[in-house]
Protein backbone atom coordinates (compact mmCIF):
# COMPACT_ATOMS: atom_id res chain seq x y z
CA UNK A 1 0.00 0.00 0.00
CA UNK A 2 1.28 3.40 -1.09
CA UNK A 3 1.67 6.54 1.25
CA UNK A 4 -1.03 8.65 -0.72
CA UNK A 5 -3.60 5.43 -0.14
CA UNK A 6 -2.69 5.16 3.53
CA UNK A 7 -3.12 8.95 4.37
CA UNK A 8 -6.76 9.07 6.04
CA UNK A 9 -6.47 13.11 5.56
CA UNK A 10 -5.94 12.97 1.44
CA UNK A 11 -8.92 13.90 -0.71
CA UNK A 12 -10.15 11.89 -3.03
CA UNK A 13 -9.99 13.24 -6.44
CA UNK A 14 -13.06 12.20 -8.94
CA UNK A 15 -12.21 12.01 -12.50
CA UNK A 16 -14.02 15.00 -14.73
CA UNK A 17 -17.29 13.79 -16.50
CA UNK A 18 -16.77 13.39 -19.94
CA UNK A 19 -18.50 16.41 -22.37
CA UNK A 20 -20.95 14.87 -24.28
CA UNK A 21 -20.55 15.82 -28.27
CA UNK A 22 -24.15 17.76 -29.58
CA UNK A 23 -26.46 15.55 -30.81
CA UNK A 24 -27.73 16.24 -34.28
CA UNK A 25 -31.30 17.04 -33.44
CA UNK A 26 -29.90 19.59 -30.73
CA UNK A 27 -27.89 21.18 -33.52
CA UNK A 28 -31.10 21.58 -36.08
CA UNK A 29 -33.87 21.85 -33.18
CA UNK A 30 -34.08 25.87 -34.48
CA UNK A 31 -34.20 25.82 -38.46
CA UNK A 32 -36.86 23.01 -37.93
CA UNK A 33 -39.08 24.89 -35.51
CA UNK A 34 -39.15 28.22 -37.56
CA UNK A 35 -39.60 26.07 -40.68
CA UNK A 36 -42.76 24.60 -38.85
CA UNK A 37 -43.64 28.11 -37.53
CA UNK A 38 -43.88 29.15 -41.31
CA UNK A 39 -45.59 26.47 -42.56
CA UNK A 40 -48.47 27.16 -39.97
CA UNK A 41 -48.10 30.96 -40.26
CA UNK A 42 -48.24 30.24 -44.59
CA UNK A 43 -51.35 27.45 -44.42
CA UNK A 44 -53.24 29.90 -42.00
CA UNK A 45 -52.79 33.10 -43.92
CA UNK A 46 -54.09 30.91 -46.87
CA UNK A 47 -56.88 30.07 -45.19
CA UNK A 48 -57.55 33.59 -43.22
CA UNK A 49 -56.77 35.79 -46.08
CA UNK A 50 -59.17 34.72 -48.50
CA UNK A 51 -61.71 34.59 -45.40
CA UNK A 52 -61.38 38.14 -45.19
CA UNK A 53 -61.25 38.97 -48.62
CA UNK A 54 -64.46 36.73 -48.85
CA UNK A 55 -66.13 38.34 -46.10
CA UNK A 56 -65.47 41.76 -47.14
CA UNK A 57 -66.61 40.96 -50.90
CA UNK A 58 -69.75 40.09 -49.59
CA UNK A 59 -70.14 42.63 -46.73
CA UNK A 60 -69.64 45.43 -49.85
CA UNK A 61 -72.31 43.37 -52.15
CA UNK A 62 -74.97 43.17 -49.41
CA UNK A 63 -74.45 46.45 -46.85
CA UNK A 64 -75.11 49.53 -48.45
CA UNK A 65 -72.73 52.30 -46.40
CA UNK A 66 -69.77 49.40 -46.92
CA UNK A 67 -68.81 49.65 -50.47
CA UNK A 68 -68.10 53.42 -49.82
CA UNK A 69 -66.71 52.75 -46.88
CA UNK A 70 -63.93 50.64 -48.06
CA UNK A 71 -63.23 52.59 -51.21
CA UNK A 72 -62.90 55.92 -49.72
CA UNK A 73 -60.53 54.60 -46.85
CA UNK A 74 -58.58 52.48 -49.32
CA UNK A 75 -57.94 55.73 -50.98
CA UNK A 76 -56.90 57.70 -48.05
CA UNK A 77 -54.53 55.44 -47.42
CA UNK A 78 -53.27 54.00 -50.48
CA UNK A 79 -53.97 56.64 -53.13
CA UNK A 80 -56.78 57.05 -55.84
CA UNK A 81 -54.63 55.34 -58.69
CA UNK A 82 -53.74 52.44 -56.92
CA UNK A 83 -57.50 51.89 -55.70
CA UNK A 84 -58.32 52.05 -59.32
CA UNK A 85 -55.97 49.60 -60.56
CA UNK A 86 -57.11 47.35 -57.26
CA UNK A 87 -60.58 47.77 -58.51
CA UNK A 88 -59.99 46.77 -61.67
CA UNK A 89 -58.42 44.03 -61.23
CA UNK A 90 -61.22 42.79 -58.49
CA UNK A 91 -63.38 43.45 -61.06
CA UNK A 92 -61.43 41.86 -64.08
CA UNK A 93 -61.26 38.58 -61.57
CA UNK A 94 -64.60 38.21 -60.95
CA UNK A 95 -65.35 38.24 -64.51
CA UNK A 96 -63.01 35.52 -64.90
CA UNK A 97 -65.18 33.89 -61.99
CA UNK A 98 -68.71 34.69 -63.18
CA UNK A 99 -67.31 33.23 -67.37
CA UNK A 100 -65.88 30.02 -65.85
CA UNK A 101 -69.38 29.27 -63.41
CA UNK A 102 -72.14 31.17 -65.35
CA UNK A 103 -71.03 30.39 -68.79
CA UNK A 104 -73.90 27.94 -69.67
CA UNK A 105 -76.39 30.14 -68.03
CA UNK A 106 -79.10 31.26 -69.97
CA UNK A 107 -80.50 35.16 -69.72
CA UNK A 108 -83.11 35.39 -66.92
CA UNK A 109 -86.23 37.83 -66.51
CA UNK A 110 -86.88 39.69 -63.11
CA UNK A 111 -90.84 40.76 -63.28
CA UNK A 112 -93.76 39.22 -64.94
CA UNK A 113 -94.61 40.59 -68.77
CA UNK A 114 -98.30 41.33 -69.03
CA UNK A 115 -97.70 39.67 -72.89
CA UNK A 116 -95.15 39.29 -75.20
CA UNK A 117 -95.13 40.98 -79.12
CA UNK A 118 -93.75 39.61 -81.83
CA UNK A 119 -90.29 40.79 -83.08
CA UNK A 120 -90.98 43.71 -85.35
CA UNK A 121 -94.49 44.42 -84.15
CA UNK A 122 -93.75 46.41 -81.40
CA UNK A 123 -96.63 49.28 -81.13
CA UNK A 124 -95.86 52.87 -82.13
CA UNK A 125 -95.01 55.23 -79.11
CA UNK A 126 -98.05 57.26 -77.77
CA UNK A 127 -97.69 60.55 -76.60
CA UNK A 128 -100.60 61.88 -77.58
CA UNK A 129 -103.70 63.24 -76.04
CA UNK A 130 -106.35 60.63 -74.28
CA UNK A 131 -109.59 60.82 -73.09
CA UNK A 132 -110.10 62.85 -69.61
CA UNK A 133 -111.93 60.15 -67.72
CA UNK A 134 -108.41 57.55 -68.01
CA UNK A 135 -105.47 59.81 -67.88
CA UNK A 136 -104.25 62.58 -65.67
CA UNK A 137 -103.91 66.12 -66.21
CA UNK A 138 -100.87 67.96 -66.00
CA UNK A 139 -100.28 71.83 -67.51
CA UNK A 140 -96.26 72.81 -69.14
CA UNK A 141 -94.42 75.66 -67.04
CA UNK A 142 -95.83 78.99 -67.41
CA UNK A 143 -100.03 77.68 -68.36
CA UNK A 144 -102.71 77.57 -66.51
CA UNK A 145 -104.61 75.05 -69.19
CA UNK A 146 -104.26 71.13 -68.24
CA UNK A 147 -103.55 68.89 -70.50
CA UNK A 148 -104.84 65.68 -70.79
CA UNK A 149 -101.69 63.26 -71.79
CA UNK A 150 -101.49 59.63 -72.19
CA UNK A 151 -98.06 57.59 -72.27
CA UNK A 152 -96.83 54.67 -73.80
CA UNK A 153 -92.92 53.78 -75.33
CA UNK A 154 -92.28 51.72 -78.11
CA UNK A 155 -91.13 48.03 -77.39
CA UNK A 156 -87.65 47.85 -78.40
CA UNK A 157 -87.50 44.25 -78.92
CA UNK A 158 -84.76 41.81 -77.36
CA UNK A 159 -81.43 43.40 -77.92
CA UNK A 160 -80.22 40.38 -78.90
CA UNK A 161 -83.77 37.97 -80.00
CA UNK A 162 -81.30 34.58 -79.91
CA UNK A 163 -79.46 35.48 -76.30
CA UNK A 164 -82.73 37.01 -74.07
CA UNK A 165 -85.06 36.37 -71.82
CA UNK A 166 -88.69 36.05 -71.56
CA UNK A 167 -90.03 39.82 -71.73
CA UNK A 168 -86.72 41.48 -72.99
CA UNK A 169 -87.42 44.73 -74.52
CA UNK A 170 -91.22 45.14 -73.43
CA UNK A 171 -92.05 48.15 -71.24
CA UNK A 172 -93.75 47.03 -68.71
CA UNK A 173 -96.34 50.06 -66.96
CA UNK A 174 -95.09 50.98 -63.07
CA UNK A 175 -98.24 52.15 -61.53
CA UNK A 176 -97.99 54.41 -58.11
CA UNK A 177 -99.25 52.44 -55.52
CA UNK A 178 -100.87 55.49 -53.87
CA UNK A 179 -103.18 56.18 -57.31
CA UNK A 180 -103.17 52.59 -59.18
CA UNK A 181 -106.58 53.63 -61.35
CA UNK A 182 -104.29 56.23 -63.03
CA UNK A 183 -102.21 55.34 -66.39
CA UNK A 184 -98.77 54.75 -65.87
CA UNK A 185 -95.99 57.79 -65.95
CA UNK A 186 -92.97 55.40 -66.15
CA UNK A 187 -92.59 52.48 -67.62
CA UNK A 188 -89.65 49.69 -67.27
CA UNK A 189 -87.65 46.90 -69.44
CA UNK A 190 -84.60 44.51 -69.49
CA UNK A 191 -82.31 44.02 -71.79
CA UNK A 192 -79.20 41.45 -72.23
CA UNK A 193 -76.94 43.89 -74.49
CA UNK A 194 -73.85 41.55 -73.91
CA UNK A 195 -74.37 38.48 -75.82
CA UNK A 196 -71.10 36.76 -74.52
CA UNK A 197 -72.21 37.54 -71.07
CA UNK A 198 -75.80 36.00 -70.07
CA UNK A 199 -75.96 37.47 -66.50
CA UNK A 200 -74.71 41.20 -68.03
CA UNK A 201 -78.15 43.31 -67.47
CA UNK A 202 -79.71 46.39 -68.39
CA UNK A 203 -82.92 47.48 -66.42
CA UNK A 204 -83.64 50.85 -68.41
CA UNK A 205 -86.73 52.93 -66.94
CA UNK A 206 -88.55 55.44 -69.59
CA UNK A 207 -90.19 58.54 -68.11
CA UNK A 208 -92.96 61.09 -69.57
CA UNK A 209 -90.88 64.33 -69.15
CA UNK A 210 -94.15 66.03 -69.80
CA UNK A 211 -96.03 65.23 -66.14
CA UNK A 212 -92.70 64.43 -64.47
CA UNK A 213 -90.71 66.67 -63.23
CA UNK A 214 -86.57 65.59 -62.60
CA UNK A 215 -85.79 67.26 -59.41
CA UNK A 216 -81.83 67.48 -58.41
CA UNK A 217 -80.62 67.50 -54.85
CA UNK A 218 -77.11 68.21 -53.53
CA UNK A 219 -75.42 65.98 -51.12
CA UNK A 220 -74.04 66.54 -48.27
CA UNK A 221 -70.39 66.12 -49.31
CA UNK A 222 -70.82 65.70 -52.68
CA UNK A 223 -70.28 67.52 -55.03
CA UNK A 224 -67.29 69.27 -53.58
CA UNK A 225 -66.67 72.50 -54.06
CA UNK A 226 -63.93 75.41 -53.47
CA UNK A 227 -66.28 78.29 -54.25
CA UNK A 228 -66.60 80.63 -51.75
CA UNK A 229 -70.43 81.01 -53.17
CA UNK A 230 -71.44 77.47 -52.07
CA UNK A 231 -70.10 77.54 -48.76
CA UNK A 232 -73.59 79.99 -46.84
CA UNK A 233 -75.66 77.30 -49.20
CA UNK A 234 -78.00 74.53 -46.99
CA UNK A 235 -77.90 71.16 -48.24
CA UNK A 236 -80.89 69.55 -47.36
CA UNK A 237 -79.31 66.14 -49.00
CA UNK A 238 -82.55 64.26 -49.13
CA UNK A 239 -85.81 64.84 -50.32
CA UNK A 240 -88.49 67.71 -49.06
CA UNK A 241 -91.24 65.92 -46.87
CA UNK A 242 -93.71 68.37 -48.88
CA UNK A 243 -92.64 66.49 -51.95
CA UNK A 244 -93.24 63.10 -50.72
CA UNK A 245 -97.11 63.24 -51.73
CA UNK A 246 -95.95 64.24 -55.38
CA UNK A 247 -92.85 61.25 -55.16
CA UNK A 248 -92.41 58.61 -58.10
CA UNK A 249 -89.23 57.73 -57.71
CA UNK A 250 -85.14 58.58 -57.73
CA UNK A 251 -82.18 57.52 -59.02
CA UNK A 252 -78.35 58.47 -58.25
CA UNK A 253 -76.56 61.67 -59.39
CA UNK A 254 -72.73 61.46 -61.06
CA UNK A 255 -68.89 60.62 -60.58
CA UNK A 256 -67.42 62.64 -57.41
CA UNK A 257 -65.27 65.79 -57.87
CA UNK A 258 -62.48 63.71 -57.30
CA UNK A 259 -63.31 62.23 -60.44
CA UNK A 260 -63.12 64.34 -63.57
CA UNK A 261 -64.55 67.53 -61.80
CA UNK A 262 -67.56 67.50 -63.53
CA UNK A 263 -69.77 70.69 -63.87
CA UNK A 264 -72.52 71.05 -61.44
CA UNK A 265 -74.77 74.06 -61.61
CA UNK A 266 -78.29 74.00 -58.96
CA UNK A 267 -80.63 76.86 -57.01
CA UNK A 268 -78.29 79.68 -59.14
CA UNK A 269 -75.00 78.51 -57.61
CA UNK A 270 -72.25 76.99 -59.46
CA UNK A 271 -70.44 73.69 -57.81
CA UNK A 272 -68.23 72.60 -60.30
CA UNK A 273 -67.55 74.78 -63.17
CA UNK A 274 -68.92 72.91 -66.96
CA UNK A 275 -66.06 71.46 -68.50
CA UNK A 276 -66.77 72.05 -72.64
CA UNK A 277 -66.53 68.05 -74.01
CA UNK A 278 -68.49 66.75 -70.85
CA UNK A 279 -71.93 65.49 -71.82
CA UNK A 280 -74.74 67.27 -69.55
CA UNK A 281 -78.39 66.78 -68.48
CA UNK A 282 -79.61 70.35 -68.48
CA UNK A 283 -83.06 71.19 -67.27
CA UNK A 284 -84.35 74.53 -68.88
CA UNK A 285 -86.59 77.21 -67.20
CA UNK A 286 -89.27 76.73 -69.82
CA UNK A 287 -89.46 72.52 -68.16
CA UNK A 288 -87.55 71.19 -71.38
CA UNK A 289 -84.57 68.85 -71.21
CA UNK A 290 -81.47 68.36 -72.89
CA UNK A 291 -78.44 66.10 -72.72
CA UNK A 292 -75.61 66.89 -75.10
CA UNK A 293 -71.59 67.85 -75.07
CA UNK A 294 -71.68 71.20 -73.17
CA UNK A 295 -70.57 73.43 -75.81
CA UNK A 296 -73.67 73.03 -78.00
CA UNK A 297 -75.37 73.63 -74.87
CA UNK A 298 -73.67 77.06 -73.41
CA UNK A 299 -75.31 79.41 -75.35
CA UNK A 300 -78.06 78.40 -73.84
CA UNK A 301 -76.77 79.09 -70.44
CA UNK A 302 -78.76 81.80 -69.42
CA UNK A 303 -82.10 79.96 -69.72
CA UNK A 304 -80.86 76.60 -67.59
CA UNK A 305 -82.39 75.94 -64.46
CA UNK A 306 -79.70 73.20 -63.39
CA UNK A 307 -77.26 71.19 -65.29
CA UNK A 308 -75.08 68.15 -63.90
CA UNK A 309 -71.99 67.14 -66.27
CA UNK A 310 -70.41 63.55 -67.04
CA UNK A 311 -67.96 62.35 -68.94
CA UNK A 312 -67.98 62.48 -73.08
CA UNK A 313 -71.64 61.70 -74.54
CA UNK A 314 -71.99 58.31 -75.23
CA UNK A 315 -74.40 58.44 -78.01
CA UNK A 316 -75.14 62.09 -79.13
CA UNK A 317 -78.09 62.93 -81.94
CA UNK A 318 -77.74 59.07 -82.62
CA UNK A 319 -74.24 58.33 -83.03
CA UNK A 320 -71.99 57.01 -80.64
CA UNK A 321 -69.38 58.68 -79.42
CA UNK A 322 -66.22 57.10 -81.36
CA UNK A 323 -63.56 56.38 -78.53
CA UNK A 324 -66.18 53.71 -77.70
CA UNK A 325 -65.13 51.39 -80.66
CA UNK A 326 -61.61 51.95 -79.04
CA UNK A 327 -60.19 49.14 -76.73
CA UNK A 328 -59.56 49.95 -73.60
CA UNK A 329 -61.12 53.72 -73.88
CA UNK A 330 -60.74 55.43 -70.32
CA UNK A 331 -63.68 57.63 -70.73
CA UNK A 332 -66.58 56.39 -69.25
CA UNK A 333 -65.09 55.00 -65.20
CA UNK A 334 -63.51 57.48 -64.04
CA UNK A 335 -59.93 56.34 -64.32
CA UNK A 336 -60.87 52.50 -64.69
CA UNK A 337 -60.98 51.13 -68.29
CA UNK A 338 -63.75 51.58 -70.43
CA UNK A 339 -63.99 47.77 -71.06
CA UNK A 340 -64.18 47.23 -67.49
CA UNK A 341 -67.17 44.59 -66.65
CA UNK A 342 -68.82 46.61 -63.92
CA UNK A 343 -72.10 48.23 -62.29
CA UNK A 344 -72.89 51.21 -64.21
CA UNK A 345 -75.78 54.00 -64.75
CA UNK A 346 -77.35 56.20 -67.51
CA UNK A 347 -79.24 58.56 -68.49
CA UNK A 348 -80.67 59.14 -72.57
CA UNK A 349 -83.37 60.84 -74.07
CA UNK A 350 -85.63 60.21 -77.25
CA UNK A 351 -85.16 62.44 -80.06
CA UNK A 352 -88.08 64.96 -79.38
CA UNK A 353 -86.65 65.40 -76.08
CA UNK A 354 -90.32 64.09 -74.29
CA UNK A 355 -88.82 60.83 -73.11
CA UNK A 356 -85.80 60.02 -70.23
CA UNK A 357 -84.57 57.12 -70.08
CA UNK A 358 -82.81 55.87 -66.72
CA UNK A 359 -80.42 52.86 -66.80
CA UNK A 360 -78.86 51.24 -64.27
CA UNK A 361 -76.94 48.06 -65.04
CA UNK A 362 -75.24 44.56 -63.78
CA UNK A 363 -71.72 43.90 -65.30
CA UNK A 364 -71.60 45.37 -68.02
CA UNK A 365 -68.98 47.32 -70.30
CA UNK A 366 -69.23 51.01 -71.38
CA UNK A 367 -70.35 49.91 -75.18
CA UNK A 368 -72.67 47.57 -73.94
CA UNK A 369 -74.10 50.24 -71.63
CA UNK A 370 -74.15 52.61 -74.13
CA UNK A 371 -76.14 50.43 -77.45
CA UNK A 372 -78.59 49.17 -74.55
CA UNK A 373 -79.62 52.93 -73.76
CA UNK A 374 -79.54 53.58 -77.21
CA UNK A 375 -81.59 50.59 -78.49
CA UNK A 376 -84.19 51.25 -75.74
CA UNK A 377 -84.58 54.63 -77.30
CA UNK A 378 -82.06 57.32 -76.10
CA UNK A 379 -80.83 59.28 -79.13
CA UNK A 380 -78.40 61.02 -76.60
CA UNK A 381 -76.51 59.05 -73.73
CA UNK A 382 -74.72 60.16 -70.74
CA UNK A 383 -73.39 57.46 -68.22
CA UNK A 384 -73.84 58.92 -64.53
CA UNK A 385 -71.66 56.46 -61.94
CA UNK A 386 -69.91 53.23 -61.69
CA UNK A 387 -68.91 50.46 -59.01
CA UNK A 388 -71.24 48.46 -56.99
CA UNK A 389 -72.57 50.61 -54.39
CA UNK A 390 -73.66 53.63 -56.64
CA UNK A 391 -76.19 53.23 -59.48
CA UNK A 392 -79.47 52.50 -58.06
CA UNK A 393 -82.74 53.24 -59.15
CA UNK A 394 -86.12 53.05 -56.54
CA UNK A 395 -89.68 53.80 -56.27
CA UNK A 396 -91.68 54.66 -53.17
CA UNK A 397 -94.17 52.83 -51.42
CA UNK A 398 -95.76 53.29 -48.03
CA UNK A 399 -95.56 50.74 -45.15
CA UNK A 400 -97.90 49.54 -42.65
CA UNK A 401 -96.61 52.40 -40.83
CA UNK A 402 -97.99 55.32 -43.04
CA UNK A 403 -94.34 56.15 -43.99
CA UNK A 404 -92.95 55.97 -47.65
CA UNK A 405 -90.46 52.98 -48.63
CA UNK A 406 -88.01 52.68 -51.32
CA UNK A 407 -88.40 49.54 -53.57
CA UNK A 408 -85.81 48.40 -56.01
CA UNK A 409 -86.08 48.16 -59.71
CA UNK A 410 -84.71 44.92 -59.37
CA UNK A 411 -83.19 42.90 -57.00
CA UNK A 412 -79.52 42.57 -56.01
CA UNK A 413 -79.52 46.27 -55.50
CA UNK A 414 -78.80 47.10 -52.18
CA UNK A 415 -79.78 50.54 -50.22
CA UNK A 416 -80.86 51.84 -46.61
CA UNK A 417 -84.86 51.65 -46.56
CA UNK A 418 -84.34 55.49 -45.24
CA UNK A 419 -82.58 56.60 -48.77
CA UNK A 420 -83.10 59.64 -50.12
CA UNK A 421 -86.21 60.32 -47.18
CA UNK A 422 -84.87 59.70 -43.80
CA UNK A 423 -81.21 60.37 -43.90
CA UNK A 424 -79.21 62.41 -45.56
CA UNK A 425 -77.30 61.21 -48.61
CA UNK A 426 -73.54 61.99 -49.16
CA UNK A 427 -73.73 62.09 -52.52
CA UNK A 428 -76.23 64.10 -55.03
CA UNK A 429 -78.87 62.58 -56.81
CA UNK A 430 -82.33 62.77 -58.64
CA UNK A 431 -85.87 62.24 -57.54
CA UNK A 432 -89.03 61.69 -60.03
CA UNK A 433 -92.09 64.06 -58.79
CA UNK A 434 -95.64 64.72 -60.93
CA UNK A 435 -95.19 67.73 -62.53
CA UNK A 436 -98.19 69.58 -61.73
CA UNK A 437 -97.61 69.12 -57.60
CA UNK A 438 -93.97 70.47 -58.03
CA UNK A 439 -94.60 73.07 -59.98
CA UNK A 440 -94.98 76.41 -57.93
CA UNK A 441 -92.03 75.18 -56.40
CA UNK A 442 -90.21 74.64 -59.74
CA UNK A 443 -91.73 78.59 -60.17
CA UNK A 444 -90.42 79.58 -57.15
CA UNK A 445 -87.64 78.70 -57.55
CA UNK A 446 -87.33 80.35 -61.17
CA UNK A 447 -88.10 83.92 -59.66
CA UNK A 448 -85.39 83.91 -57.27
CA UNK A 449 -82.86 83.21 -60.01
CA UNK A 450 -81.02 86.02 -61.53
CA UNK A 451 -82.83 87.33 -64.81
CA UNK A 452 -82.07 85.23 -67.98
CA UNK A 453 -79.25 87.56 -70.49
CA UNK A 454 -77.25 86.78 -73.36
CA UNK A 455 -74.39 86.29 -71.62
CA UNK A 456 -72.27 83.05 -71.77
CA UNK A 457 -70.64 83.04 -68.49
CA UNK A 458 -70.65 80.44 -65.58
CA UNK A 459 -73.70 81.40 -63.75
CA UNK A 460 -73.50 83.81 -61.08
CA UNK A 461 -74.71 83.28 -57.92
CA UNK A 462 -78.42 83.56 -56.20
CA UNK A 463 -78.40 86.22 -53.58
CA UNK A 464 -80.69 84.24 -52.16
CA UNK A 465 -79.15 81.30 -51.01
CA UNK A 466 -79.88 80.59 -47.05
CA UNK A 467 -77.40 80.82 -44.38
CA UNK A 468 -75.52 77.07 -43.72
CA UNK A 469 -77.09 74.86 -41.28
CA UNK A 470 -76.47 71.81 -39.97
CA UNK A 471 -79.44 69.82 -40.86
CA UNK A 472 -80.79 66.20 -39.57
Known sequence: MSEQAADPHATATLPPKPISPPTLTSVTDKPQKR?????????????????????????VHSIPWMGPLVANSL?????????????????????RVNRALKSGDRPRTYW???????????????LAPASAASAPTTAPLGTTEPT???????????AHPQWSAEGDG???????????KEPARMYKTLL??????SWSELFVVAVDLRQVAVMPVMGYQEPRTEKPEAAGYTRLAKIPPEHYDALLGAFNGGFMAEHGGYGVYFDGITFLDPKDEACTMVAFRDGSYAVASWNKLKDRLPNMLWFRQAPACMYEDGEMHPFLKVHHAKKWGATLDGNTVIRRSAVGLSADGQILYVGISNHTTAKVMASGMHHAGA???????????YPKFVTYEPGKDGQLYPIALAEGFEFSNKLYLRERSMRDFFYLARREMVQADLERQITKLPAPASSTAVPPTSSTSPPATDLP
Open 35 to 59: RYRGKIGLIAACVVIPALVAGLWIA
Open 75 to 95: RATIGKDNVTRLEDFVYAVED
Open 112 to 126: KVPHKSAPGSAQAAV
Open 148 to 158: VLSFQPKDPGP
Open 170 to 180: QWVPMLDPRRP
Open 192 to 197: HADNSR
Open 379 to 389: CHVAQMDVNWS
